[in-house]
Each structure stands twice: as structure tokens, then as C-alpha cells.
């Protein structure tokens, strides 16, 4: 028993420390978490002994990554969907904080009958904390380049007078641009000051307002710089559409793109990401013989330089077009209010006298 308490305490407070530390669980699963995964790293005491400290670490590395992939897999089958989603998310740091604990722990049981247990502790624990830092900074270099947010602003034009704005949804925040994004426009595009703010205009005199602006996070990293998209959607596009857009290849880079039919994107603003893009589609319902409903479905792609790690996203139900306004009739003589029609009455049928 001496031989397998000491392993399975220090797997066991390496998991909650290094949860702690980056954030890959939160505490409360890595404690209870934790818990299962030292009794695999603790049954394997004995084979640490009789492998020495050459080979140890690697067995334990390898039974700590086992361990990860197993538990994913048992979301996969038998969990909740958000666990599933939020396990793949943290994958790869999942696996290089267990292989690193589990390590640490093979090579402390392996010098401890050797060194004791003091150098055989302070040994284990270097191993642990250099197989985690080295991972674990390279995944954070890595969703710094790759998987920070993007702002993304759409511009929608509007059959409106020139000396008028089209209206907004009551209640309706006011989209407003930044001076950097003002600056990035006038420096492709005609911007100017308008009755209802900042109106782009293309190079066919077409007006554009700001409809709405989203910062789409990526939920395994909500934080870090923030891509900058600038989205122009014609008017005219009355059947379904899709684009492809990349964005600025700089973390904090601005990029702006003009759409137009059948899957025609102009960016501007290079160099242009080959790790992250946008997958836009703009999808019409028919209402009735003359008015359509249109939205935008966004989806986020991001690779980074070591594989596919991360999941797309996908952002649904976003508006593409200003309210329509109908005008509502003048007051007069010849106006008659629409009789309402009576609420339904589900109370008891009333008693005839």
C-alpha cells in the first residue's frame, strides 16, 4: 500500500493543480474527476517499480492519454451533448495534462525506492509541470493566431429617399462604427455622413447601412484579439446563397468583403487568413407573392497548423434585410375601424333562466 498511495495522491492533486492553472475543467470536475483517474495511475505502481525510471514515464504517459481518450469516448456514447461538444473543445489539452500527471507520477514511483522520496517527489513533479507548460503554451500560442474571436458587421442596402434612412426594429440598438473602421472604409469606399449616421456606397452609387454586428467566440477560447469583418450584402439576391470569406491573416487584422450572386466574394485587405474562415448563407422564404424573408446562417471554420482541432460553429437566425415599413392609412371620414374580433370565453357555458 505504500506503493500506491503516494502515486495516487500526487496524480490525483496534479490534475486539480494543473485545472486550476489553465483553466481546461473547472474544479469541481477535476476534483471528482480526478478521483477516478488516480486509481488507474495508482494500479500501475508496481509496473513503475519493475520498469525503472527510464521506461515508467512512458507507460504512464500513454495510460493517461488511454484515459482521456476513453472518457471521450463515453460522453460520445453515453453524455450529454453540451459535455461532448465542450470535451471536444479541450481534447487536446485533456490529453497532454493527464499524460504529464500521469508521467510524473510513473517517474516519482520509479525513483522512489532508489532516492527516497523527497528527490523522487521533486523529480516527478519537474517531469509533470515541463510536460504540461510545453503543450500547453503551444496550444495557447496556437488559439492566440487562430481561435479568437471575430466581429463580423453586415451592411444591407434599402429601396428608401435620398434624404431619408431605412427604419430599425423598435428598440433596436443603432450600429456604430468605429473611427478604425471608418478609417478602413473610406480607404476602398465612399463613406459619408447620412440622415440615419455612416452610408457606404459601392462603386454603383448603392447605399449601405450597418444592419447588426456579432462577435462570433469560439467557445473553448471566449477570449484573446478580435478579427475585425466588414460584410456588404447587395440588394436584388432573392434566392438562396452561399460564400466562402476569409478574413485578415493578422489576429487583430480588419478585412472587408463585398458579396454578390452565385458565390462571388470581392475581399479586400491583405494578407488574408488561410487558417480561419466564414461559410455565409443567406436563405430566403417566400411569404407571399411579393415579399420574401431573408436571414444569414454564419459558419466559422478555423485549422490550425497542427490538424483540424477545432470544431466549426455555426450562428443561425440572423437578420439580412431592414424591417419593411408599411405606411398606415391617414385618419378621415372615409376610414372605418375593423370591428375586433371577441376573445374565445373556455369558462363554464352560462345557465339559461
Keep these: 500500500m505504500n506503493t500506491y498511495f503516494p502515486t495516487y495522491w500526487f496524480t490525483w492533486a496534479f490534475l486539480i493543480l494543473a485545472a486550476a492553472l489553465t483553466g481546461v475543467a473547472s474544479l469541481k470536475d477535476a476534483f471528482f474527476g480526478g478521483l477516478f483517474a488516480a486509481i488507474l495511475s495508482a494500479l500501475l505502481a508496481k509496473v513503475y517499480v519493475r520498469t525503472g525510471p527510464r521506461f515508467a514515464p512512458l507507460i504512464g504517459a500513454t495510460a493517461g492519454a488511454l484515459w482521456v481518450v476513453a472518457m471521450f469516448f463515453r460522453l460520445r456514447w ?67 493566431r487562430v481561435a479568437g474571436p471575430v466581429e463580423v458587421v453586415l451592411f444591407v442596402s434599402a429601396e428608401v429617399p435620398a434624404d431619408l434612412a431605412p427604419s430599425r426594429r423598435p428598440g433596436a440598438v443603432s450600429v456604430g462604427l468605429s473611427p478604425e473602421e471608418i478609417r478602413f472604409l473610406k480607404e476602398r469606399l465612399l463613406v459619408v ?82 487558417s480561419v474562415r466564414l461559410e455565409m448563407k443567406l436563405l430566403v422564404q417566400k411569404k407571399d407573392e411579393t415579399t420574401r424573408y431573408r436571414a444569414i446562417e454564419i459558419q466559422t471554420f478555423r485549422l490550425s497548423p497542427l490538424g483540424n482541432l477545432y470544431v466549426p460553429i455555426t450562428t443561425q437566425g440572423l437578420s439580412a434585410e431592414f424591417p419593411a415599413t408599411d405606411p398606415e392609412p391617414l385618419p378621415g371620414p372615409k376610414t372605418e375601424a375593423k370591428p375586433r374580433k371577441p376573445f374565445p370565453n373556455f369558462g363554464p357555458a352560462p345557465t339559461q333562466k
Excluded: C
Design 78 to 144: 453515453f453524455g450529454y451533448a453540451d459535455d461532448y461538444e465542450m470535451a471536444q473543445w479541450t481534447l487536446g489539452t485533456d490529453i497532454s495534462v493527464h499524460a504529464a500527471g500521469f508521467a510524473g507520477a510513473a517517474l516519482m514511483t520509479a525513483l522512489t525506492p532508489r532516492h527516497g522520496m523527497g528527490k523522487a517527489l521533486g523529480g516527478g513533479f519537474l517531469l509533470a509541470a515541463a510536460m504540461t507548460v510545453i503543450p500547453y503554451g503551444t496550444i495557447r500560442w496556437i488559439d492566440y
Design 193 to 274: 455622413d447620412g440622415p440615419g449616421g455612416d452610408e457606404v456606397l459601392d462603386d454603383q452609387g448603392r447605399r449601405f447601412w450597418p444592419l447588426w454586428r456579432r462577435r462570433l467566440n469560439y467557445p473553448g477560447n471566449p477570449g484573446g484579439p478580435v478579427r475585425s469583418l466588414m460584410v456588404l450584402l447587395p440588394p436584388g439576391l432573392t434566392v438562396a446563397e452561399d460564400w466562402t470569406i476569409p478574413v485578415q491573416q493578422a489576429p487583430t487584422g480588419m478585412a472587408l468583403a463585398l458579396l454578390g450572386a452565385q458565390k462571388k466574394v470581392t475581399p479586400f485587405g491583405k494578407p488574408l487568413s488561410q
